[in-house]
T-cell receptor, first 110, second 113 residues
Framework: QKEVEQDPGPLSVPEGAIVSLNCTYSNSAFQYFMWYRQYSRKGPELLMYTYSSGNKEDGRFTAQVDKSSKYISLFIRDSQPSDSATYLC??????????FGIGTKLQVIP | DTGVSQNPRHKITKRGQNVTFRCDPISEHNRLYWYRQTLGQGPEFLTYFQNEAQLEKSRLLSDRFSAERPKGSFSTLEIQRTEQGDSAMYLCASSPSPQNIQYFGAGTRLSVL
């Protein structure tokens, strides 16, 4: 079993839709939960992070962590064509390596 | 704050040659990480430094790979006797202590012919 599981998609939605991206993980010791956005041939860009369980909102983006289910989510409201990218969930312990999901490719159609 | 800087952005080399990449982290970050990413995959951890000390190395980091961070500032990743399987994007990230929120550079894309 992989440490982090993420559906690679692709996911195609119309402009303005609510997008839901999800990952599951296996190691209950993970404490930091991050979402990165990566455009083609670019480095990952940190979108949001949460420490431990709960929700965090930043503009059109909401990150949720459910440690009891080992499940993390990213919601994008009012999706825009510029949101088209690959979204990577990433999880780590205190100072260790970050373990990434495979990434979900999102396309927002105008 | 200019973010994490990586050079070169793209390196094309012939099989068997040595290559070296450089990473300049965000200035106040004492942790520095190297990852490798192949097409359609998430980044995979290679190694990490706290200041100048290399504290962890992945089993992906074969004997042909070496990384240094001599003064706890910039870091270099060298690949000796490159193979076609080394073709990938090499990513550098840095994070402040004690949080482990990592910020990535744009990466160096290596093509081994």
């Amino acid at each position: 079993q992989k440490e982090v599981e993420q559906d690679p998609g692709p996911l195609s939605v119309p402009e303005g839709a609510i997008v839901s991206l999800n990952c599951t993980y296996s190691n209950s010791a993970f404490q930091y939960f991050m979402w990165y956005r990566q455009y083609s041939r670019k480095g990952p860009e940190l979108l949001m992070y949460t420490y431990s369980s709960g929700n965090k909102e930043d503009g059109r983006f909401t990150a949720q962590v459910d440690k009891s289910s080992k499940y993390i989510s990213l919601f994008i409201r009012d999706s825009q064509p510029s949101d088209s990218a690959t979204y990577l969930c990433a999880i780590s312990g205190g100072y260790q390596k970050v373990t990434f999901g495979i990434g979900t490719k999102l396309q927002v159609i105008p | 704050d200019t973010g994490v800087s990586q050079n070169p952005r793209h390196k094309i080399t012939k099989r068997g040659q040595n290559v070296t990449f450089r990473c300049d982290p965000i200035s106040e970050h004492n942790r520095l990480y190297w990852y490798r990413q192949t097409l359609g995959q998430g980044p995979e951890f290679l190694t990490y430094f706290q200041n100048e000390a290399q504290l962890e190395k992945s089993r992906l980091l074969s004997d042909r790979f070496s990384a240094e961070r001599p003064k706890g500032s910039f870091s270099t990743l060298e690949i000796q006797r490159t193979e076609q399987g080394d073709s990938a994007m090499y990513l550098c990230a840095s994070s402040p202590s004690p949080q482990n929120i990592q910020y990535f550079g744009a990466g160096t894309r290596l093509s081994v012919l």
